[in-house]
């Protein structure tokens, strides 16, 4: 499952610069599959969804820090743990129960967004 950012979050942003996957960003800042990947263009994500890497998305909240849910992978292929979760000093960085996917569907992101790694 992806990492979801409660609204217990504080706003110290130290959680978006661990994120090896560039998931996370300020709140109502847009975001974009192409930020710290290596999609561009026209794609098709493992989940079946067409989208343009490079166009900007909406923002998931305009108030606190986010995580983009087709871009987390748990940190899995670069770690361990959650690197968010780690460093977030009032754990609100938690498992998001409604998006559910198997270890492989997560590597299988990972490789997707980063095939060269
Ligand atoms: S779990 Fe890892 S990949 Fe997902 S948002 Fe947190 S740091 Fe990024
Ligand atoms: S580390 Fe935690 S409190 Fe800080 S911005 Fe990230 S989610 Fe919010």
Redesign the pocket.
């Known amino acids: 499952m992806?990492?979801i950012i409660t609204d217990e979050c504080i706003n110290c942003g130290a959680?978006e610069p661990?994120?090896?996957?560039?998931?996370?960003y300020e709140g109502a800042d847009d975001w974009r599959y192409a930020d710290g990947t290596s999609l561009e263009g026209k794609v098709v994500l493992p989940n079946g969804k067409e989208v343009d890497a490079d166009e900007s998305q909406e923002p998931i909240s305009d108030e606190i820090y986010y995580?983009s849910p087709d871009?987390?992978?748990?940190?899995?292929g670069?770690?361990e743990e959650?690197?968010?979760?780690a460093v977030c000093p009032v754990d609100c960085?938690v498992p998001d129960d409604d998006i559910v996917e198997t270890e492989e569907e997560l590597l299988g992101k990972q490789r997707f967004m980063h095939p060269e790694e």
């Open positions: 992806a990492i959680c661990e994120c090896p996957n560039t998931a996370i995580i871009k987390c992978t748990e940190c899995k670069f770690h959650p690197q968010c979760a960085c």
